[in-house]
């Protein structure tokens, strides 16, 4: 099993910047790819990053390619998001996955998540 808390979360005007962290505890995660997901509201759930574990390489979807970045901080099981020049599209609720599977960039392919942590932007 893996637990994974979100944290970060909050109002940030748009172009500004927020970063995301998610805790993750229980098992090893050196198998494991850890994804960013978000979800607004009567939107289906949508792939924003990920980041393998061991050797920390990193897929991002286009819509935030060149402003989010993924990373891992392996002693603190830790993974972060980094969210730079902010939209007001980017407005969602965040969660934190992981997976031992490919694909992704697929929700279903992911076995864990954590309850998520809201983002708002003001324009």
């Known amino acids: 099993q893996v637990q994974l808390v979100e944290s970060g979360g909050g109002l940030v005007q748009a172009g500004g910047s927020l970063r995301l962290s998610c805790a993750a505890s229980?098992?090893?995660?050196?198998?494991?790819?850890m994804g960013w997901f978000r979800q607004a509201p009567g939107k289906e759930r949508e792939f924003v990053g990920s980041i393998t574990w061991s050797a920390g390489s990193q897929y991002y979807a286009d819509t935030v390619k060149g402003r989010f970045t993924v990373s891992r901080d392996k002693a603190k099981a830790t993974v972060y998001l980094q969210m730079n020049s902010l939209k007001p599209e980017d407005a969602a609720v965040y969660y934190c996955a992981a997976t031992i599977r490919g694909s992704v960039r697929l929700p279903t392919s992911y076995d864990y998540w954590g309850p998520g942590t809201q983002v708002t932007i003001s324009s």
């Open positions: 229980g098992r090893s995660l050196i198998s494991y790819t």
